[in-house]
Nanobody
Framework: QVQLVESGGGLVQPGGSLRLSCAAS????????MGWFRQAPGKGREFVAA????????YSADSAKGRFTISRDNAKNTVYLQMNSLKSEDTAVYFC????????????????????WGQGTQVTVSS
């Protein structure tokens, strides 16, 4: 069983930065994949980025490339999402997710491939 708790959301102006954290409790092992998703009002949950716990290999959505960086701290059982150059369209609730087992670069983007979810943290980009 894995529990995930997100933090770090808030209100930021366009062009600003935020770092989200996802603290995992329970048994995180090398076979896990950790992901970030977001859900804007009235829209479905969409993939942002993911990272393999074993070797730090990362996956990113096109919307995140060049602006968002996912990373992990194995000792702290924590995954981060550094978000720079934020835009109003980045406004959403951001969720951390985890799954155990190998996954393809296509399936890593699917919410149905993840077994554990956090409660989410609100990110609002507005002037």
């Amino acid at each position: 069983q894995v529990q995930l708790v997100e933090s770090g959301g808030g209100l930021v102006q366009p062009g600003g930065s935020l770092r989200l954290s996802c603290a995992a409790s329970g048994r995180i092992v090398s076979g896990h994949v950790m992901g970030w998703f977001r859900q804007a009002p009235g829209k479905g949950r969409e993939f942002v980025a993911a990272i393999r716990w074993s070797d730090g290999y990362t996956y990113s959505a096109d919307s995140a490339k060049g602006r968002f960086t996912i990373s992990r701290d194995n000792a702290k059982n924590t995954v981060y999402l550094q978000m720079n150059s934020l835009k109003s369209e980045d406004t959403a609730v951001y969720f951390c997710a985890a799954r155990f087992g190998p996954i393809s670069s296509l399936d890593v983007r699917l919410t149905t491939r993840y077994n554990y979810w956090g409660q989410g943290t609100q990110v609002t980009v507005s002037s």
